[in-house]
Nanobody, 125 residues
């Protein structure tokens, strides 16, 4: 059974940085698309970044140049380096995964089979 779990969230001051991690277990597929989403109360879920098994990446315009998505395939771990944080980045961040797919396609739509429980990022001024 596939399990996805995030960690690394916390409280950080404006301009600070964090590294979020997501460990995916229970799968054997060699191809995947994994992504980060975030949600703030009262707002729609937003796709933040995605990466496929070949290392191709995609980002939301709001985070380009500030966030970096990466993966360690051997450790089955997805990362999101978040920097230059501002209060608008405060949200619950979720990891999502889909397997046996070669590309991420319209990843921002959020049609993923597996989701984590989320890790909270709070940016304070």
């Amino acid at each position: 059974q596939v399990h996805v779990a995030e960690s690394g969230g916390g409280a950080v001051q404006v301009g600070g940085s964090l590294r979020l991690s997501c460990v995916a277990s229970g799968y054997t597929a060699r191809s995947h698309c994994m992504a980060w989403f975030r949600r703030t109360p009262g707002k729609e879920r937003e796709g933040v970044a995605a990466i496929d098994s070949d290392g191709n990446t995609a980002y939301a315009e709001s985070v380009k140049g500030r966030f970096i998505i990466s993966q360690d395939s051997a450790k089955k771990t997805l990362y999101l380096e978040v920097s230059s944080l501002n209060p608008e980045d405060t949200a619950m961040y979720y990891c999502a995964a889909d397997f046996f797919v070669n590309r991420c396609g319209r990843w921002w739509v959020g049609d993923f089979a597996y989701w984590g429980q989320g890790t909270q990022v709070t940016v304070t001024s």
